[in-house]
């Protein structure tokens, strides 16, 4: 008889915790999506974080590898911020030049879809850079190393991939920002019309 009061009283409070973890996760989630429209302000607020983390950097003089993962990581996040979702190099069915972007009005248009959308881009990039600030507090990540040579790395690494990614660019005709784009509008007819 005890063993039932039990087992119903830790399922009671298995189903209690569930139900407070899934309250928060959604208040969470709703706050997030508050924040989908004010791109300006989300992105003042990662750069911030960011000039945060390298003050702190700075000021310590230490945490140097946690600098250059956290670097890496969000160079990573850029590229895939700049790629497009189906990525021409990877697609087999193609012709032997691989697959353009429309050149004439008569032709197919499709907008640049993004691998790493602007959202998910911004989000995994203020939850590492918190992650990093954390770990900055943790005296075993200071592991003392020669951080020039982590910076001409960082460069180096910069240079060669956003140099390959402007070459990918360049032979699949691709600009990943809407700047100086045509704007496309449908009038009343239904036809597109170039604005």
Sequence with gaps: MAGNLDSGSSKRSKSNISQIYTRLSQSYQGLLDKTVPWVKARWLFGIKLVIVFLARI????????????????????????????????????????????????NEEFRPFIRRLPEFKFWYSMSVTTCIALICTF?????????WPILVMYFITLFCITMKRQIMHMIKYRYLPFTHGKPKYQTNETGEVQNM
């Design 58 to 105: 700075l000021l310590t003089q230490g945490w140097y590898i946690v600098a250059y993962a956290l670097g890496i990581y969000h160079l990573n996040l850029f590229i895939s911020f700049l790629t497009p979702k189906m990525d021409p190099a990877l697609d087999f069915d193609a012709e032997e030049n691989g697959p353009e972007l429309p050149m004439r009005a």
């Design 138 to 146: 943790f005296d075993c990540l200071n592991v003392p190393v020669f």
